[in-house]
């Protein structure tokens, strides 16, 4: 096991180093002028655009910029964004923000859509199973920003159940609406995968074989048919976490929530390239680790899955 | 006499911008109190006056600096602030007299070698300052940029000798000398421009360090920078001036997008919001959103289309491009795409500035088919595609793609809206004389003065001159204008100037920008200044 996850933990440097250079040489590659829009409504004076690419070393080939930059972050300096502020402070305040609504986008989903899989996938083509198809569809279907603004308009402007932006507060009660919202999409897919699988653990030799020795059905259901349904679902949920990271732009623009993805956004559409590769980076790590710790729970949940 | 139209004389006006009826606050001690949260985003460099040329930090810095001038809010008219008189006998040799007991906002007094200094700063080439262009009319400015070729003219050895125009030159404490390589009539109207903010001591130092905690004389001070969150300021309590605040501290939130700061409007979680997003200008939603809590006046943005009839030959005869001009249907344009959030223009001034005169265009602005088919027709008809120039990167796909559809539904040019990837790419090609056809550009005042819409855009020479602009007519009234010692005789002819070229037409007007505010009811007295921000220093919290 620790074998298995030294050599793991090794493989992930030659990722996180092609994936840093990559994505460096894409927002360099960019068309567009990094100084576009700095000074208001007119071109900058030259002066001000040599001053500009000397900061960020623009005049250098590629693969020097890169090799200024990576030495760089090995002194643990992710070098200054196009505003002059620090990435790894932004990162910090940002991720804050963003792995809080992520979480909460999770648990929601998680929570919410194995409970609905389950409850649909062992009465099949009963109420709560049509019920739970029709409304994940209706989800499924809905664009997020429709579902956004509704809920914003109703749940916020309307009744004034929750507050209505985030803003620089961003506490658990204000992501509360975000967080829904966020999961929401996830949410649907997660009952419907669940209630595939439960359905079909359900009928496999193994629970047959509890049920002939008389387990109680809350037994059967709850550790042997839902461990083994987990597995996709986990798999899913991993991959998903990584997403909600980085993709939820539009969530982060409706409530007014300063995340990551809405950071990458900027960054790719100012060519701000420091401040682009220092969150991608940060991204993929996250992702490499919950990509490790999902295999791991391949372990746990199924004992046939073993990495040794 | 420049000083005739703006002498400490006419400040009768009253402490919050003019408006005759409040009587809210007075300079310096306001009454009122309270906090008021405003839209804001994030600066694009350090909070440093000469080197802000955005909204974004313009924004900040306006409510933080006291200048010699400040403008009236409601009609644009310089008024003294830090200035106890500006004067001048021949439009080019001024004495600038600063009143006493103006402070920093660190203690230090304002005194006249803060402004000396901090001129010769932003004018220096090497320090690569936005502002910098502002003190070109100032004797001395060439002679401190840099002059090297290539990228980088301040590299190799293109450093200049001298880091100070000979044209500024401290007197005593409380007076300098502002000398000008040719005559400027509208001098003292340009200094109440963010650029000519005086700094403090503390400046020099480390105007790095400075920009991420600014100093400045103006009513509010600057209190601290949560990074894309919010900027906030409050009260100075050793303001001398009469331009002071009513309330205690003033909070810029950053939003992301416009819709969710309108949301934050109508939740009540922000008093001011100076946009008004897209989905709520759709049939005036906002109106019956806000009521009477809104406001939507021009502002100082002019657009119109632009076009080097020496490069492009087929656009040489000036009845066709009167006649592509009378094929464009502004008002429908502006009602179907914008929600009427511009309005269509009968010149290129904006009508915030002072100067401005309607109808300049004359017939040349009217929609009128009929007439466009004629004029076409005289003008010797158009061949082929005609392209309509447009940078991707600012949202005016819709606009210019309707205006060709309206010039070929008028008069059957084929035109053709395209993009380049974004601004600077279209300015590149502009300055290298290669945009054939139409291309849009547009125009935001730097300080409210007609001469703003002119000189530095259809000038010969001029660095905005994209037209390759060349009328000795046009320049002998633009010389003469800025020689006159009198500000309405000035005014005049910069007027006769601007019919001038839009008879020749090298730019078609199109319309101007409107400043369109709301806020909550939580406070009052919003207005909004010619440079389309609201006045937040007259803003009064219930």
């Not at chain 2, 010039?407 to 053709?416: R, S």
């Not at chain 2, 020479?461 to 003469?480: H, I, M, R, V």
């Amino acid at each position: 096991m620790g074998k298995y996850i030294i050599r793991r933990l090794l493989q992930m440097i030659p990722v996180i180093i092609g994936a840093t250079f990559l994505i460096y040489a894409m927002v360099f590659a960019m068309p567009g002028d990094p100084t576009a829009g700095k000074c208001g409504e007119r071109p900058c004076p030259p002066a001000y655009v040599a001053e500009f690419n000397a900061k960020y070393n623009l005049n250098d080939p590629l693969p020097v910029q890169y090799a200024k930059y990576v030495g760089k972050v090995a002194q643990g300096d992710l070098g200054e964004n196009q505003y002059g502020i620090p990435v790894s402070e932004d990162l910090k305040d940002r991720f804050a923000v963003t792995a809080k609504l992520g979480l909460m986008a999770l648990v929601i989903e998680g929570v919410i859509g194995i409970l609905a899989g389950v409850l649909a996938g062992l009465r099949k083509g009963g109420f709560i199973d049509n019920l739970v198809l029709v409304s994940t569809l209706f989800v499924i279907s809905v664009p997020i920003f429709v579902t956004g603004f509704t809920l914003q308009y109703i749940l916020g402007l309307k009744f004034e159940i929750v507050p209505p932006l985030v803003g620089s507060d961003a506490s658990f009660y204000r992501l509360l609406l975000p967080g829904v919202v966020l999961g929401s999409l996830s949410m649907a897919y997660i009952a419907r995968l669940m209630r595939s699988n439960i359905g079909e653990n359900y009928k496999s030799d193994y629970v047959r074989t509890a049920k002939a020795k008389g387990l109680k059905q809350t037994r059967i259901i709850g550790v042997h048919t839902l461990r083994n349904s987990l597995i996709p679902v986990i798999t899913f949920m991993g991959y998903d976490f990584g997403a909600l990271l980085g993709g939820a732009i539009v969530t982060e623009g409706i409530f007014n929530i300063h995340g990551v993805g809405g950071y990458i956004f900027e960054g790719i559409h100012n060519r701000d390239g420091m401040a682009v590769v220092g969150a991608v980076t940060a991204l993929v790590i996250i992702y490499l680790i919950v990509n490790l710790i999902v295999d791991l729970l391949y372990g746990v949940l199924d004992p046939r899955i073993s990495h040794d | 006499m420049a000083i005739a139209s703006i002498s400490a004389v006419a400040l009768v006006a009253t402490a919050c911008g003019g408006s005759s009826d409040d009587n809210s606050g007075s300079g310096g001690d306001g009454g009122g109190g309270g906090e008021i949260v405003v839209n804001g985003c994030t600066p694009e460099n350090p909070l440093i006056a000469g080197n802000t040329g955005e909204t974004c930090g313009g924004n900040v810095l306006d409510v933080m600096t006291a200048k010699l001038i400040h403008y009236n809010p409601e009609t644009a008219e310089p008024e003294m602030d830090i200035a106890e008189s500006i004067e001048t006998d021949d439009n080019q040799n001024f004495t600038v007299k600063i009143k006493e007991g103006y402070k920093f906002h660190d203690g230090t007094d304002v005194l006249a070698k803060n402004f000396v200094d901090a001129w010769n700063y932003t004018a220096y080439g090497p320090n690569a300052q936005q502002g910098s262009y502002f003190y070109s009319p100032i004797e001395g400015y060439d002679e401190i940029q840099c002059s090297g070729e290539g990228d980088d003219p301040c590299a190799d050895g293109g450093k200049p000798d001298t880091k100070k125009m000979s044209g500024l030159e401290v007197v005593d404490d409380h007076t300098f000398t502002i000398k000008t390589s040719e005559k400027v009539s509208n001098l003292p109207m340009r200094l109440g421009y963010t650029a000519f903010a005086p700094q403090p001591d503390s400046f020099f130092d480390d105007p790095e360090a400075f920009g991420q905690e600014p100093v400045a004389a103006g009513p509010y001070k600057f209190d601290s920078w949560k990074k894309n969150q919010a900027i906030t300021m409050s009260k100075f309590d050793d303001y001398a001036g009469e331009y002071g605040g009513n309330a205690d501290t003033i909070t810029f939130k950053i939003f992301k997008e416009q819709e969710a700061a309108y949301t934050a409007l109508l939740a009540d979680e922000i008093d001011i919001i100076d946009q008004i997003p897209a989905n709520a200008l759709v049939g005036d939603k906002y109106k019956s959103d806000l009521g009477d809590r809104q406001l939507s006046q021009p502002n100082s943005t002019s657009q119109w289309i632009g076009m080097n009839y020496h490069i492009d030959k087929k656009l040489e005869n000036p009845d066709v491009r009167h006649a592509i001009s009378m094929a464009i249907d502004r008002d429908t344009i502006v009602k179907q795409i914008f929600n009427n959030a511009n309005e269509p223009s009968t010149g290129v001034v904006s009508p915030v500035v002072d100067g401005f005169k309607e109808g300049q265009c004359g017939e040349y602005c009217n929609y009128d088919p009929e007439k466009a088919k004629e004029l076409l027709k005289k003008g010797g008809g158009y061949d082929g595609k005609l392209t309509l120039t447009y940078n991707g990167d600012g949202g005016h796909k819709e606009w210019t793609e309707a205006v060709c559809n309206s010039v070929k539904n008028a008069i059957g040019i084929d035109c053709v809206a395209t993009p380049t990837v974004d601004f600077a790419t279209m300015l590149t090609k502009l300055g290298e004389n290669e945009l054939e056809g139409l291309w849009r550009m547009g125009w935001v005042m730097d300080y409210p003065s007609i001469e703003n819409y002119l000189a530095p855009i259809f000038s010969k020479g001029a660095a905005s001159n994209y037209y390759q602009y060349d009328n000795p007519e046009f320049e002998k009234l633009l010389t003469d204008a800025a020689a006159a010692d009198d500000a309405a005789k000035a005014n005049e002819m910069y007027q006769e100037a601007e019919r001038v070229m839009l008879e020749d037409m090298p730019a078609i007007p199109l319309w101007y920008g409107k400043s369109i505010m709301g806020w909550s009811e939580d406070v009052s007295d919003v207005k909004a200044t010619p440079f389309g921000n609201p006045d937040l220093a007259a803003v009064t919290v219930e």
